[in-house]
């Protein structure tokens, strides 16, 4: 077993590498971390993320939830709304099940990009455990027990790898920008499932939400082209006569989706974390918070070997075996929920009011979605 400590490169200081990194440092190893971008450029990204309890779970561990604390934003209400049906229901921090309780009962919280990754690159450059080299192009090290995969979904080193990717592109695309609104709760997110695509309001606090609005990629390259005025009244048409929309904070941007997973998730001492293992529909706020379970269950397994409990060498396979049912239930649950919503099918409709129905009814089915939703479908199974 490891005699010496044990050595990973981790490639991508995005928000799955920077944590990964991290994971690894906590557990003992000596890390190597690359990423073509600059700290600066790392930092610069328009975006707001949706995490679940699964991620509180994995920064507190890691010692970071306190240094974000106060750039989270806490929402106590998520509102489902079938905007077909006119069917809606509230899930509450009162529908979370026992293992997701914390100290601050909230469904979810958002976060911006920016204050992550400097809260993340500011704990990777405490950590003496962790050399980074940014800004500079990334090469594979020689002599390494591990070498983690967390390029994004184009993955050079999955290719360079010969691992294989499955993708289909969504015909929905999706559409994110920062807007002041009124007519909401500070406190509260929605998820609106319309004909042409789920639309999340998620609030970054005070008046200020983010939208992320999945439709068709076509309509919404029109939309990005649009005059901020013009925008402004597509964008009340689609929300409910209640959100009123009154400012954009930042350009909208329009991107497209896709269902991928890369197979096998390693080869060698190389291991896929992150969008370069699997992608999904943003439906749910899923997708980052699925990359950090890769994160948290690499950890984990890294713990082990500097205990002396695993030999490196098996590391990159028994990550592969613990990772798919996660991935492949929360890629298949996220793709069922935009085919069974994006549409007015008229077979469909009854079902969707009976499934919300029976959610407002049950309070152990809401238990249920949420638990699986917060924490990962596999927490929920019995061990
Ligand atoms: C346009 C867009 C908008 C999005 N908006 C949202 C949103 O609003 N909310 C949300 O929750 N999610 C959003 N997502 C998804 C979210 O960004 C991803 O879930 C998240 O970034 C995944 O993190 P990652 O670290 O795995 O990959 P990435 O963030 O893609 O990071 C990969 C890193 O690898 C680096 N890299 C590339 N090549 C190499 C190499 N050869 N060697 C080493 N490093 C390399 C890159 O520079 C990058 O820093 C969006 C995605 C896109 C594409």
Redesign the pocket.
Known sequence: MASSVPRAQV???????ALAALALAQAGWQVQL????SAAE?FQRS????LTHSSRELLEHLDLWRPLAAHLVPFRTLELCDRATGDQLPFRAADLPQQACSADPAVGWILQHTPLMEVLLAAVAQRPAIEAQLGHG?QRRPGMDLVVA?????S??RRAAGLRQWSRPYRQG?L?VQVGLRGSAPDQAWELFRPEGPFAVLPLGGDAF?L?WSAPLERLRRLEQLEPVAFLEALSTALPERLQPEVLLDQP?A?PVALELAWPLRRGPVVL????AHRSH?VG?Q??NL?WRDVQELGQLAALVSAGRLAARRLPGRYARRRWPDILLVLLATDALVRLFSNRQPLLLPLRRLALAALARSGWLRRLCLGAMTLGPCRLLPR
């Open positions: 490639l991508g200081a995005g928000p799955t590498g690359d990423d073509p971008l790392l975006r707001a993320y949706a990334p967390a390029d994004g979904h184009r050079p080193c999706c994110t983010q992320v941007r991107f974390v992150g969008e370069a943003p706020g997708g980052l990359c």
